[in-house]
């Protein structure tokens, strides 16, 4: 009897393997068109490209490669054409090859100006010919294409780990079973195969190149470090329980307390924010359109900071290098290290509650096209509820103050949130009953967005802890994040959806905690001689009342300007206002999502298959079917009795010879005189007519005392070391 199966099996085996490679890097493009638009297109030309690889597979390769050519530079042709006039200027070749090598160290597909038409330009030329060699039946080159094309998504860091294990397992398995198929494969090289990609996953479930990066066994948690929500990157993901450092970040000397504004973020990609500004992200001071004030600061850094804090917007920068990103904020040439300051000017805004209310809608061509996007996966519902809440609206500034409001009054504050599954603006407006600054400031952005309102995300740090007359210390608790929105002919005005007044004794006892505790670096500038207190304000205008109790920063008109109720970050902690952790948070077990139930089931699969290859399958089966009581009729329970008395002595001594009698065999071993009468009954039973009942109670109790014995003589006897023991046998 042969092992050997039909060669079609493991033809099929490598498509499907081809399949997991394909699908690992049309995961990346599908989400990038899904965050900037093109959905709708980007199925059928996919699988356009499959079917082209099928009528044309009998090209020679030399003609398909050239196809493949032509598909993506005449893609590439039809993004050049679409980008924006400010970016078609500054096209050369030179410009081309600086974004290449951009891409190749990091730079995300999703900071592209038009990211969404590059996306759908370079997808069929791989896909077609990833499924052209396949289909040729040539696995390995179907392997690198597909391969290659993964590795740049994951150089360019938009390929996660788990899409990225399914196109590794995918490559490994096409070149596994492509071989199996070509060479007619049998089943113990498929266990072979199976078992060196099991090997593969708990590689990397162990050790990864990327630091940080979790295993693709476990959905990861969007948990964020210890500290402050201000990085320096060029994106930030957001969601998910948080702890914020009370250690001092900066001090700052100003004459008016501000939201210390560090990032500025324009695309929401459903999980996070990034800044499609190109690979320079350069820009300049501009001050805003509308009525200002001269501020100025002097920051001084307490810890290493990679950013430059300061209030909208900075127009001068003095006593640090510098370089000005696209949003007009300042960034250090290198770190700030602890004890090195810089001095900012501001133009601040100052615009009355007249002001916004007068104005209209006509905004800038290049603001409607950067600060209206919203991904595909945004659900109609959100934006319904958005139009039910912005009914009366009969502005953008009143669309605003009413989106604002119903965050306020609808979801509570909470640190600790379950991790969202998919668009994170969907799961808190529809389904989450509690959040922190980063959940109100994306779900406010995003709803305004869905109402034709130019509004962006920003992180920063509220004004922290004044501990003098122009002095202002500011801790990791007090990073935060709020909307700006546009308003033609004044600018870029912020709105705070997030509520204040839940957080501050919270803030007060983190602080005072890490003072008994004896932690280092919670005060600086003296802020340890005065009590703790937060300037709290809500983006409010003039004569309006809110919930919130705040204090008013000093040096704001309250008769001019937008006055904020201030969320100074947070603690670990659950919100006592927020009944518990909120919402469906503690215990929920989140979807598990489609990348990792393919790697399990990749990894389940090869255990098993090199379980089977080495035996220990079939051990573990005996370790359980010797110590089970045989059922059925009495001629089967006496021949099951023996079949185990034959194991244990064969075990026990050596296996019966070839053409060895079961009586010679038991006479050369000198077994049991228990094990020599179940072999009498099992010849009775088999050949010598019929077993009663009580044979077949005597055989399973025979058998009984023999395994009893063993286990007895298998010293220490706890059940692991007699699993051990039967195993080494």
């Known amino acids: 009897m042969t092992d050997r199966f039909p060669v079609r099996p493991w033809r099929l085996a490598a498509l499907a393997s081809v399949a997991m490679v394909t699908a690992s890097f049309l995961s990346v493009l599908y989400h990038v068109v899904d965050v900037v638009g093109g959905v709708s297109v980007f199925g059928p030309l996919a699988a356009a490209s499959v079917a082209l690889a099928v009528v044309f597979r009998a090209l020679s390769e030399r003609i398909a490669g050239a196809l493949a050519a032509v598909l993506l530079a005449g893609g590439l042709a039809v993004y050049v054409v679409v980008m924006p006039d400010v970016y078609a200027a500054a096209f050369s070749v030179d410009r081309v090859l600086s974004d290449t090598v951009a891409l190749l160290t990091g730079f995300s597909v999703l900071r592209m100006a038009e990211a969404g038409a590059w996306a759908l330009a ?11 060699f396949a289909l040729r039946e040539n696995y390995a080159a179907s392997a690198a294409v597909g391969g290659v094309t993964l590795g740049f998504f994951v150089l360019t860091g938009d390929s996660g780990t788990v899409g990225t294990m399914v196109g590794v397992l995918g490559a490994f398995g096409a070149l596994g079973f492509g071989t199996l198929d070509v060479h007619h494969g049998h089943r113990r090289q498929v266990e072979v195969v199976a078992a060196v990609l099991a090997v593969a996953v708990l590689a990397s479930a162990t050790v990864s190149a990327v630091p ?43 004459e008016q307390a501000a939201y210390w504004r560090a990032g500025v973020y324009d695309r929401f990609t459903g999980q996070g924010w990034v800044r499609a500004t190109g690979p320079d992200d350069a820009g300049s001071f501009d001050p805003p359109p509308g009525q200002t004030e001269r501020v100025v600061q002097e920051v001084t850094a307490r810890r290493s900071l990679a950013v430059m804090p300061a209030a909208a917007t900075p127009v001068a920068v003095s006593g640090a290098g510098y370089t000005v990103s696209a949003f007009g904020n300042p960034r250090p040439d290198g770190v700030l290290d602890n004890g090195d300051s810089y001095t900012v000017e501001s133009a601040v805004l100052n615009p009355t509650t007249a002001e916004l209310r007068r104005a209209g809608t006509d905004y800038p061509s290049d603001v409607r096209d950067r600060y209206l996007q919203v991904p595909a996966s945004t659900s109609d519902a959100v934006r319904s509820l958005t139009a039910n809440v912005t009914a009366g609206a009969e502005t953008p500034y009143a669309t605003a103050r009413a989106v604002e409001s119903w965050l306020e009054a609808n979801k509570e504050y909470s640190l600790s949130v379950p991790t969202p599954d998919g668009n994170l603006v969907n799961q808190f407006i529809l389904e989450q009953n509690a959040g922190y600054c980063v959940y109100y400031a994306s779900a406010m952005a995003v709803m305004l967005r869905t109402q034709g309102v130019p509004a962006r995300y920003v992180v920063g740090y509220t004004p922290g802890q004044r501990v003098g007359e122009d002095t202002w210390v500011v801790r990791g ?24 007044t839940p957080r501050e004794a919270q803030e007060t006892q983190t602080v005072a905690d890490a003072r008994e505790d004896g932690v280092d670096g919670v005060d600086a500038a003296g802020s340890e001689d005065g009590t703790y207190t937060t300037a709290t304000t809500t983006t409010r205008a003039a004569n309006t009342t809110t919930g919130n109790t705040s204090t008013q920063a000093p040096g704001i008109d309250p008769d001019r300007g937008v006055r904020t109720a201030v969320d100074s970050g947070g603690v670990n902690v659950t919100d006592p206002a927020a009944g518990g952790s909120g919402g469906d948070g503690g215990g929920v077990i989140p979807d598990v999502p489609p990348g990792t139930i393919a790697v399990w089931t990749v990894l389940v699969a090869g255990l098993l298959a090199a379980a089977h ?41 050596r296996p019966r010879k070839r053409g060895e009698t079961v009586a ?24 010598g007519g019929e077993v009663t009942d009580e044979d077949a109670d ?21 059940l692991f070391n007699r699993t051990i023991s039967y195993f080494k046998s």
């Open 698 to 718: 005597r055989a399973t109790a025979l058998a009984a005392a023999l395994v009893a014995d063993t286990d007895r003589r298998a010293r220490p006897a706890t």
């Open 212 to 254: 940080s990066t979790g295993s693709p066994l476990v959905p990861q948690s969007a948990t964020a470090p210890e500290g402050s929500l201000v990085v320096a990157g060029d994106r930030v993901g957001v969601g998910g329980s948080i702890t914020l450092s009370p250690k001092v970040q900066f001090v700052v000397e100003s």
């Open 613 to 653: 290859r080495s035996g220990v399958a079939a051990r573990a089966y005996r370790v359980v079917w010797v110590r089970t009581t045989p059922r059925g009729s009495p001629e089967e329970r006496v021949t099951g009795a023996f079949e185990r008395a034959r194991y244990l002595v064969e075990r026990a001594n």
């Open 122 to 132: 370079v997808t069929p030329g791989p896909v077609f010919l990833t499924w052209y």
């Open 477 to 500: 608790v007090d990073s935060h994040a709020w909307v700006e929105v546009y308003v033609p002919d004044v600018g870029w005005v912020r709105f705070d959806p997030t509520p204040g």
């Open 664 to 687: 010679e065999y038991f006479e050369a071993v000198r077994a049991d005189r228990r094990a020599r009468e179940l072999a009498t009954l099992r010849d009775r039973a088999t050949y």
